[in-house]
């Protein structure tokens, strides 16, 4: 452009880049310090070179796929009878173990317990740090998150980022592609086939919390997953039994299957309302059993936030729990993505359908798809067949006659006519969806183009001003227009906003 208004003297910018001032100069060094330069250099995923994850698949070799030839080597049996043997013996001992209420009532509570040191600890807390948590906190989300019996926080953290990092992919230690079974559990009980992508945990290398709960995970996991739901029902009512049973071994299988949810139910049930690039989902049904983790498609495209439903009335305990220790003191910096950035994602997503639908139907054809015709070849065609001239566009009413709201006699009348001022409420203000329809009869353009003073609304059909339409499109529809001729520039109209194309008000 070259408006004057625009033109300004380059000694009114200043530059862009400011030059490098002494003081700059010297903050530098000072910012990172060679400790901080250190820890920088140490993380794990600092030397990653730009292709690894397909250089990986290529040239790394997985581990033969699962057979009956190998299957005695390639599962792991300690985990076979975690998964498998330990609910099968729970649920036999639990036939032999009468349930009263108290200890039905505590199970459930401990599984709460447990499991939230699993979704508010190990993984909103550890893997995302999508808050901070004072050291109380920290030793009761690692204590509790041990009761879970899910491995250590640093070994659980760095599957899980592996798997943020590199959703569906081989690299993913989890991956849904290879099916519910196999993210559900299957990736426990088989050695796995290749190491998960690299990921960084160096920062909770340097957690005390991370490092002392890994020192003592064996204890803590017979403490807090078997003792204490086991001595808790024996002191205050006097039931060991049904307490070992119910909220030690049967509650420690429901917390399983509540987090491995998060891995299979979470990518493979309900909606995609952010993205739907990869395989999370949103549904309230796994919200349900993963103590609020449910809301996969949102959490997946915001981790750092600390919440999973964004929505007052959707079922998150986990984010209640975390609020709540902010409100008494201990938990702080709670991240909420950009409500305006979560917007765009779902406006993006909705548009997306609303193409769909968009490309589902039949719309009329393009000025330029359609003959041009003059007027006196208007009038000699429209003799032989009903034609009929509205807003510069002539329509081929044969197949209407007899559906006509108003008579087939009020179309035979505007036969071989201009009927633009009578379809527009000079006879009858016609509806939307008469306008609609009457777009799809167009079988040619008048030459000479619409009439001076026509309105926009009388050019472009109800249905197609709100049209949705690709970036790529508008640049396509703005070169057109602008290189087309005069008769067909006055119908060229941009797809996105119904607005007339700049040199149609020219002709005007
Ligand atoms: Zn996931
Ligand atoms: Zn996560």
Redesign the pocket.
Known sequence: MDHPSLRVSPAQFSPITPPVSPQLKARVPAALKPTKMDELTTRADMDVPDNYVEHTIRTVKPLPPLSWRNFHTELNWLNVAIICVMPALGVLAACYTPLCWKTLFFSIFYYFVTGMGITAGYHRLWAHRSYNASLPLQYILAIAGAGAVEGSIKWWCRGHRA??RY?DTDLDPYDAHKGFFYSHVGWIMLKPRRRPGVADVSDLTHSPVVQWQHKYFIPLILIVGFAIPTLIPWYFWGDAKGGYVYAGVLRLCFVHHSTFC??SL??WLGETPFDDKHT?RDHFATALVTIGEGY?NF??QFPMDYRNAIKWYQYDPTKWFIYGCQKIGLASHLKVFPENEVRKGQLTMELKKLKETQESLAWPSHSDDLPVISWESYLEQSRERPLILISGFIHDVSSFLDEHPGGPHLLTKSVGKDATTAFFGGVYDHSNAAHNLLAMKRVGVLLGGIPHGLLEHQTIPPGQRLMIARYDDINFSTSSSSSSSCLSSSFTYSDTDGSPAPDSSESR
């Open positions: 798997h943020h959703t998060v891995n979470a990518h999370p996969h959490h997946h």
